[in-house]
């Protein structure tokens, strides 16, 4: 469960069943005073976050991906790596 920014976790985080998103300080204010006093609130939130996480963001699912980017990674590296000294001059 979370209360978040939208610029994140608009794609995983599910408004209303697996979190709070806000827009505004405003709307962080009320959702957190929300969360504050509303024990319920909190529970169903969690449960619901924590069952989206068991069913979808297990390493198992994502993991042929995950290597397919590390040898991308690898296969370009000398590539990368002079694009990023030329960005950030001070590191290298």
């Known amino acids: 469960m979370a209360l978040a920014s939208p ?3 608009e794609a995983t985080l599910r408004d ?3 979190g709070l998103l806000f827009r505004d300080s405003g709307t962080f204010e009320r ?3 929300a969360l504050l006093d509303q024990p319920a609130l909190r529970e169903r939130l969690a449960l619901a976050a924590h069952e989206y996480a068991r ?3 297990m390493l198992a699912d994502h993991i042929g991906r995950q ?3 590390y040898r991308w990674l690898a ?3 000398a ?3 002079a694009k990023l000294a030329a960005r ?3 590191l290298f």
Do not use: C
């Open 7 to 9: 610029t994140v976790y």
């Open 75 to 77: 296969e370009n590296r």
């Open 79 to 81: 590539e990368l790596t």
């Open 16 to 18: 209303g069943e697996t």
């Open 88 to 90: 950030t001059t001070e």
């Open 67 to 69: 290597a397919e980017w």
């Open 31 to 33: 959702q957190l005073a």
């Open 55 to 57: 069913r979808h963001q």
